[in-house]
């Protein structure tokens, strides 16, 4: 009669199977398609990163860590000044850098304000604005050249 027993194995031949990370490689250079990739990582992190159930709109680390009173929206301000800080870099005329400082601005003080603001803040996308205004300026004075 033959017993089925487990095979033993040494502990130095286990081999976990570790959990895959999300990698997303961000280019570290200054040059415009490096800058371009920054910051549209960083506004889908702030403005696109989760999906709200049932109503299926997008969300992000702006609206979530906003709800934490003060803190929060000087987190969220801080990261948003990292687009424009960006801007600045690649040399944007400072009226523009004015116009995205005045979204952040109105965005984190409207956001300040208890559940009014963090309804306004799911709402108003100031980092997608800033967005829009990078993207409009690289396209015009930095064209992607496709090869």
């Known amino acids: 009669m033959e017993r089925d027993t ?10 976990a199977e570790r959990p895959r990370r999300m990698a997303y490689e961000l280019p570290v250079g200054t040059d ?12 889908m992190i702030l403005e696109r990163s989760f999906v709200v159930p049932g109503i299926n709109r997008t969300v992000g680390l702006d609206a979530i860590v906003g709800l934490v009173p003060v803190v929060g929206d000087i987190i969220t ?36 304000i208890p559940v ?3 309804l306004f803040d799911f709402m108003f996308r100031s980092n997608t604005r800033n967005l829009k205004i990078i993207k409009r ?7 992607v050249i496709e090869q």
């Open 32 to 43: 415009p398609h490096s800058v371009r990739q920054r910051v549209e990582a960083m506004e």
């Open 77 to 112: 301000a801080a990261m948003g000044a990292y687009l424009i800080w960006e801007a600045k870099n690649i040399g944007m005329p400072r009226w523009k850098l004015w116009r995205m400082a005045g979204n952040l601005a109105f965005d984190s003080a409207v956001g300040a």
């Open 137 to 143: 300026h690289l396209d015009k004075h930095h064209p």
């Open 6 to 15: 487990p095979e033993i194995v040494r502990p130095e031949r286990i081999r």
């Open 116 to 118: 009014a603001g963090d």
